[in-house]
């Protein structure tokens, strides 16, 4: 079972430079998220989506983008690099049949070092 | 300002002992849940407490949801050292299904032999 799949596991980035955190889960899920964990502050929501087309903000969006074309795949880009954005990020999903009681899977991380 | 404050942020113990770490709101949550995170590895749910009051029992581990759905406390009794971890609570404050969690920033648990 693949579950929730992140990659790349780790990257160095340049001040400025973009990229895309890719995350895929094979669960059927209809909601998935980004978070960020840095040390002393837990997981913070980045973005979140809860079906193809549709995605909103968490607690700290500025600098990320995302999009879901589809129900499988949710990147997470970073349009300009700052070495704030420097973290550990986390993609998560479930199913939101059961209400907000169901349980929430996590990819294994990928850790961005932006100099 | 953290929606989900867990207290003690660092705890190191022997093993044996006994301790309790603690998630408190302001807010109301439809639903709390406990993750534990080791590390390299993303966190996995140990439990979600769903109505006001309900204590719930996982060998040695004991959640409880407060009666007003405002927070909640993890107790464990003889830790050993494979409890070693970063245990996490997450809310969901309301009831619709946009499966939006937000978490506390953690507790760091050390269990020393």
């Known amino acids: 079972n693949a579950g929730v799949t992140q990659t790349p596991k780790f990257q160095v980035l340049k001040t400025g430079q973009s990229m895309t955190l890719q995350c895929a889960q094979d669960?059927?899920?209809?909601?998935m998220s980004w978070y960020r964990q840095d040390p002393g502050m837990g997981l913070r929501l980045i973005h979140y989506s809860v079906g193809a087309g549709i995605t909103d903000q968490g607690e700290v969006p500025n600098g990320y983008n995302v999009s879901r074309s589809t129900t499988e795949d949710f990147p997470l880009r970073l349009l300009s690099a700052a070495p704030s954005q420097t973290s550990v990020y986390f993609c998560?999903?479930?199913?939101?049949?059961?209400?907000?009681?169901?349980?929430?899977?996590f990819g294994e991380g990928s850790r961005l070092t932006v100099l | 300002t953290q929606l989900l404050e867990q207290s003690p942020q660092f705890l190191s113990i022997q093993e044996g002992e006994n301790l309790t770490v603690y998630c408190n709101s302001s807010?109301?949550?439809?639903?709390l849940q406990w993750y534990r995170q080791e590390p390299g590895e993303g966190p996995v749910l140990l439990v979600t407490?769903?109505?006001?009051?309900e204590v719930k029992k996982l060998k040695r581990l004991t959640f409880q949801f407060g009666d007003a759905r405002k927070d909640s406390s993890l107790h464990i009794t003889a830790a050993q050292p494979g409890d070693t971890g970063l245990y996490l609570c997450a809310g969901a404050r309301r009831s619709s299904n946009t499966g939006k969690l937000i978490f506390g920033q953690g507790t760091t648990l050390q269990v020393k032999p």
């Open positions: 669960m059927n899920h209809e909601y």
């Open positions: 998560a999903s479930r199913g939101i049949g059961g209400g907000n009681t169901g349980e929430l899977f």
């Open positions: 807010s109301v949550f439809s639903s």
């Open positions: 407490v769903v109505t006001g009051g």
